[in-house]
């Protein structure tokens, strides 16, 4: 399987919509910056379109918008269909297996969150408090 990866900046704000079977599904457009560039001319832009789906098309719907940098790892997709006129097109596409917001802003508040669900998942404690467990308190 081919695998892509893309570090750039949104296009435009995630495009949610939903299937009739109710699975989420978002597109968007990503510009990636090259890293050189001609002699005498700007850097170049590479855009792609990037397709999310199911809670990562919510997740990512919800915490990105125009101008978000991210960074994603998906398979490349090439799609072919006839126009109205008949004429063959074609359009590449990366479906998104994995993402990360690198907003850094966005990141403390990803990172707070994941401690708040760290402590949702801690057996050691309840409701975001310690738990004290003596000795007394143990089965064996």
Known sequence: MANITILGNLGQ???LRYTQSGTAIVSVNIA???NFKQQGEDYKTDW???TFFGKSAENFANFTH???QVYVEG???NDEWKDKDGNNRTTFQVN???????DKKNDQLTATEQI???HKQDPIT???TQINIDDNSLPF
Do not use: A, I, M
């Not at 998104?96 to 690198?102: D, E, K, N």
């Open 126 to 128: 309840q409701n975001s």
């Open 96 to 102: 998104v297996q994995q993402w990360r917001l690198l």
């Open 75 to 77: 398979e490349p997709q």
């Open 116 to 118: 708040q669900n760290n």
């Open 13 to 15: 704000d995630p495009e």
């Open 66 to 68: 125009k101008g978000s």
């Open 32 to 34: 990636s910056r090259r």
């Open 48 to 50: 792609f379109r990037l």
